[in-house]
């Protein structure tokens, strides 16, 4: 079989009037390069049923001379200007029934209000309802079930909520399964790696302009921007290209490079019997949280200390007063003491502290908005600190702090390993 030609639908009045942002149909483009297949559209359509109609039967007979997937997103929801299921029977000629699974958990959330399932208006009903006859794709976040209606020979359209949360979730857990079953995946062989701290323009200049007549032939790239990294992503038929590629990366960013950062840090201390503990100041917990995303990761974390003010410092990490005055709270001083005081208070074989400025206040010459110092005790004792000056807003200050933090864990590890 062919690889499908997919395309991505992106339904919603909020969307073609500007009101709202389509990042479902970037996400998901990203996800499936990743796994190793291309979309070759994107669509935007309004709220109204006829042009969704009309599209979608483009589409259907498009399928009768290849393999097509359509990934929709949006039209499930319980409001009137909801329309995909309506235009998806439409199309296909069939009636709707009501997932009783997704009707089971309506009425609960519903009894947990206090009311009835009398009490649940027809529209919201509706959320529940697929197509005769079809794939369905259960919805753990929301209540609107996915589903995969076919439209041709290996060709199919799937239709899921506009939510990103719900979406996300059920693209990744319900439909990639799916989608690894039926289509092929160009035989492509794939190789990613993570760079920290660069940006993706100075990646391509320096890496992928220079070695492109030499490197690059036969293999398509491509890069994803994140907070703190990037992740660059090489696919291509022939393995060999695809290392010589990997080889050059590492030899030219051997400092700044990784594999999965998150991945990495949660298997190995885990493995490794390894426990960790943090302290934070200007990202008010989002270390914590980053360490804590995976199940299991009650096995290595210990808990950690909120020092979002001076006192706090003082009290929990004990770190001097004289020291946070001379040095100020954002400092190497108070970074190296902050990890010292967790360690004292937990024993925790990694201990990481984060202080910094996240803004839009706070900064000054010496120390603009950004700056931020992050300490790392490790298991033979040795403290290190690090100090950089993130750019962005608050929120991309705080999320590069905590992912550079995972990553000098990672390194760390993966010394350990060595």
């Not at 359509?45 to 589409?59: A, G, N, R, V, Y």
């Not at 062989?189 to 890496?207: A, C, M, P």
């Not at 019997?273 to 934070?280: H, R, S």
């Not at 200390?305 to 001097?320: C, G, Q, R």
Request: proline fraction near 4%.
């Amino acid at each position: 079989m062919e690889a499908p030609f997919i395309v991505i639908i992106a339904s919603g009045s909020e969307i073609t009037a500007g009101r709202s942002l389509d990042t479902n149909s970037g996400w998901m483009a990203n996800e499936l390069f990743e796994l190793g297949w291309k979309v070759k559209k994107f669509i935007t359509l309004p709220d109204d049923p006829d042009l969704i109609l009309l599209e979608l039967q483009t589409l259907k007979r498009l399928a009768e001379t290849r393999p097509v997937l359509v990934l929709m997103t949006g039209g499930l929801g319980p409001t009137e200007d909801d329309y995909t299921l309506e235009t998806v029977l439409k199309l296909s000629g069939k009636k709707s029934y009501s997932v009783e699974k997704a009707k089971i958990r309506l009425t609960r959330i519903y009894e947990s209000r206090g009311k009835q399932y009398s009490d649940i208006l027809p529209t919201v009903i509706r959320q529940t309802h697929v197509p005769e006859d079809t794939k369905t794709l259960d919805n753990s976040v929301g209540i609107a079930v996915g589903f995969v209606e076919p439209i041709g020979v290996d060709s199919y359209l799937v239709c899921m909520p506009g939510v990103p949360s719900e979406m996300k979730e059920m693209f990744t857990r319900r439909l990639v399964p799916e989608l690894k079953r039926i289509y092929p995946r160009e035989n492509l062989v794939q190789k990613t790696k993570w760079l920290w701290n660069i940006g993706e323009s100075l990646y391509q200049k320096d890496f992928v302009e220079t070695h492109r007549d030499r490197l690059f032939q036969d293999v398509e790239w491509g890069v994803t921007a994140n907070r703190g990294y990037i992740k660059c992503i090489f696919q291509s038929t022939d393995s060999k290209k695809l290392e010589a590629i990997i080889s050059e990366l590492e030899t030219q960013y051997s400092k700044i490079i990784s594999d999965d950062v998150f991945s990495f840090v949660h298997e190995e201390l885990l493995s490794k019997n390894l426990t960790i503990a943090v302290g934070e100041s200007c990202t008010g917990g989002l270390l914590g949280k980053k360490l804590t995303d995976s199940p299991g990761s009650s096995s290595y974390f210990i808990g950690g200390f909120l020092t979002y003010s001076n006192e706090m410092k003082e009290a929990l990490l004990s770190v001097p007063g004289e020291m946070i005055e001379s040095f100020g709270a954002v400092s190497k001083e108070v970074a190296s003491a902050m990890v010292e005081g967790i360690y004292q208070k937990t024993n925790a074989r990694y201990c990481i502290s984060i202080t910094g400025i996240a803004g839009p206040g706070g900064g000054s010459d010496e120390k603009p908005v950004g700056t931020v110092w992050i300490g790392l005790k490790t298991p033979d004792g040795s403290i290190e600190t690090h100090s950089y000056i993130f750019p962005g807003n608050r929120e991309s200050i705080r999320e590069n702090a905590s992912n550079t933090a995972l990553f000098l864990l990672y390194q760390s590890l993966k010394q350990r390993k060595i």
